[in-house]
């Protein structure tokens, strides 16, 4: 006899959030064409200070640690009425497949125009994919055209999470775990201590990553936004601080942009190193309880337009830096201005994602590619039925 497990309630504005840090990643990495700090793919030859803080400086404290906490988020929801095992294959399906396919197909384009970027035009695509697929490791960056997960970096990411946290997420689910989520709301439903959950992300930020990722940290965002959603005390506690978090992130923006700007180094190990990595975990934090809590106040609704993107964002997070780079490469060459190259990359890559998208989302083999849920079966007319409108059958899979 099977027993049947109720889905938690949806929390429309997690899917709202999702939503909109997907999107935000065109104009987050087609400033990146632009960017003053750092390479890419492609490449203007003028840079621009003004998109790299008002864009990458201002998205990079919060973008992708949002990412992360509402994955945590939705796990806490998946084994709501998954068991573990459900869970993990569901996790092969959606991520290590297209995680697989992307790095096989959709990324390495942008290491074909690196290369063009760079200056040193392979003979052919062909020839390219030869020397790409040597899988030379000394730059996982790909900004030299070697391979690379590009920015399927998070999807990996969220694979190992998911996995090796699997038992974690088990226990906190039990009834001892139950009792310490339980002590821990208490304990952050006083006023200001949920701010104190900078601490532990500064510590997890302090470890060594790996290629360039705090991997640790990440994590440390991912199992923080699973313990959130266990306890209804830790959403009343964002909801009542939204205002002084916007506050302290404001504030702590400014002083974080401005070290930036002002180029000061901090030693790793040093007193000064450790403060300014507390300020960054503090100003990460502070923005992700703002957008928690205004989340939560104006977004928990649910429309036409957020079931299409909520659909959307997996293929449009998928494809969204390979058609930047290669609509990127062809437009710095133009004659314009950095503000309307800027913007005709930004509406241009939009629309080509979505189209791609479009395309995606009629075929079960490409949704399947793509993390999909398969298309639902058509409906059968009951036999007998004389009228066309009569009661059908079917289920989705």
């Known amino acids: 006899m099977s027993t049947l497990v109720s889905r938690p309630d949806r929390r429309y504005d997690i899917d709202w959030l999702r939503v909109i840090a997907v999107f935000l990643l065109i104009p987050f990495h087609t400033a990146r064409i632009f960017d003053i700090w750092e390479p890419f793919y492609a490449k203007n030859v003028e840079t621009s200070a003004a998109l790299s803080y008002s864009v990458i400086a201002l998205l990079n404290p919060w973008h992708m640690p949002l990412l992360f906490l509402l994955a945590g988020a939705s796990t806490w929801f998946a084994l709501g009425f998954r068991s573990g095992g459900q869970y993990a294959k569901e996790r092969f399906t959606r991520l290590l497949i297209p995680l697989l396919f992307g790095m096989l197909v959709v990324v ?149 942009v401005s070290l930036q700007a002002a180029a000061v180094h901090f030693e ?76 005709l990359i930004c509406v241009a890559s939009f629309i080509g994602t979505l189209a791609g998208y479009e395309g995606i989302k009629r075929f079960n083999l490409t949704r399947w590619l793509f993390g999909m849920k398969p298309l639902p079966r058509p409906a059968r007319s009951v036999a007998g039925a004389s009228d066309p409108l009569a009661l059908q059958t079917g289920a989705e899979s």
């Open 268 to 343: 790793p190990f040093s007193a000064a190193g450790a403060g300014f990595l507390l300020l960054k975990s503090f100003n990460t934090w502070c923005w992700l309880v703002v957008l928690l809590g205004y989340g939560h106040r104006w977004l928990n609704v649910s429309n036409g337009f957020l079931r299409y993107a909520s659909e959307a964002s997996y293929p449009f997070y998928i494809l969204h830096q390979t058609v930047i780079v290669a609509i990127g490469y062809y437009v710095v060459q133009w004659e314009m201005s950095i503000a309307a190259k800027f913007s």
């Open 108 to 256: 390495p384009p942008q290491g074909y125009y690196a290369l063009l970027t760079q200056g040193q035009p392979p003979e052919s695509f062909a020839g390219f994919l030869a020397t790409y697929f040597a899988l030379d490791f000394s730059d996982l960056s790909g900004y030299f055209g070697k391979f690379t997960p590009g920015h399927l970096w998070f999807i990996l990411f969220l694979f190992v999470y998911s996995l090796a946290g699997l038992p974690l997420f088990s226990l906190l689910k039990g009834e001892a775990g139950g009792r310490l989520v339980a002590r821990l709301a208490a304990f952050v439903a006083r006023p200001g201590l949920i701010f104190l959950f900078a601490i532990p992300l500064a510590l997890a930020g302090a470890l060594p990553g790996i290629g360039g990722k705090a991997v640790l940290w990440y994590f440390a965002l991912f199992l923080l936004g699973f313990v959130l959603m266990a306890d209804k005390r830790f959403q009343q506690s964002i909801d009542r601080h939204r205002l002084a978090a916007l506050a302290l992130g404001l504030l702590t923006m400014t002083a974080r």
